[in-house]
């Protein structure tokens, strides 16, 4: 997903090397609205598939008896993480 925006992000840009600092006085200032829509985009699917993965990979490791158990602890621990920032 990370070189199919990075991919993506060059060719709106239209520049076929990242962005540096000898990029930087010459950017091309018509992209720079593409380039936070790409990143909101990415960062939409990454917490998309970290949030699930969080909750899957909790359920999948843990044995069938205690699956509610530890669904429970880490839901709490989350909203405590959350919660405390």
Known sequence: MTAVF?????????????????????ANHTSFPATVALIFMYYFFYDFAYTTML???????????????????MVSLLVCHLSNQ
Not at 6 to 26: D, W
Not at 55 to 73: F, M
């Open 55 to 73: 909750v899957s990979y909790t359920l999948e490791i843990l044995p069938y008896n205690i699956r509610a158990k530890g669904l429970a602890i």
């Open 6 to 26: 990075n991919v993506s992000g060059n060719i709106i840009a239209g520049r076929g090397k990242s962005l540096s600092l000898n990029h930087v006085n010459h």
